[in-house]
């Protein structure tokens, strides 16, 4: 999981940084809409919901990018963390830290600053990884406990 999300943090921070130059009006508005939803659906507590905005969000900057396969490869490593995400859920606090993110990006964005929007997918990704594999290691602690217990 550490490595796939190694790959993630070298093509989504290099898709950032391309997408400043790619970007239309439309594609900054589509993700503010995206942002809009995926806080709309965190205040109704709807975690498929936030996770479609949150994938939408991050679709419309790879779709900028004109680059078919890491598009490809990014959405084969979705189906597996999503997969977790939704059985694992996210923390209170990586939750709030998304939308920070995703507003600091947009920002970025908007001011043509590509190495700014880079540096924050980067930073967007690792905290992503360090949230998930947190709550594995988490629910692999509970789950040992709970075998210890029940053998005793």
Same mark, same amino acid.
Request: charged share 30%; hydrophobic share 40%; aromatic share 4%.
């Given at each position: ?14 898709? &950032? ?6 970007? *239309? ?7 503010? #809409?995206?942002? &809009? ?26 779709? !900028? ?16 963390i999503n997969a ?19 507003? #600091?990006?947009?920002? !970025? ?7 700014? !929007? ?6 967007? *990704? ?11 290691? !988490?629910?692999? *602690?509970?789950?040992?406990?709970? *075998? ?5």
């Amino acid at each position: 999981l550490a490595e796939i999300y190694e790959i993630r943090e070298a093509i989504e921070s290099f898709m &950032a940084r391309r997408f400043v130059d790619l970007a *239309t009006a439309d594609a900054l508005e589509e993700m503010e #809409a995206a942002q &809009a939803e995926l806080e709309r659906c965190e205040k109704a507590d709807d975690p498929v919901g936030r996770q479609e905005a949150d994938r939408r969000f991050h679709r419309i900057i790879l779709g !900028a990018s004109r680059n078919s396969q890491a598009v490809l490869l990014l959405e084969r490593q979705n189906n597996l963390i999503n997969a977790l995400r939704l059985q694992f859920g996210q923390s209170e606090a990586r939750r709030r830290q998304i939308h920070e993110e995703h507003r #600091a990006l947009l920002a !970025a964005f908007r001011a043509g600053d590509g190495e700014k !929007a880079a540096r924050i997918s980067a930073r967007h *990704t690792r905290h992503a990884r360090n949230d998930l594999i947190a709550r594995l290691e !988490a629910s692999a *602690t509970g789950a040992r406990r709970t *075998t210890a217990a029940s053998s005793h």
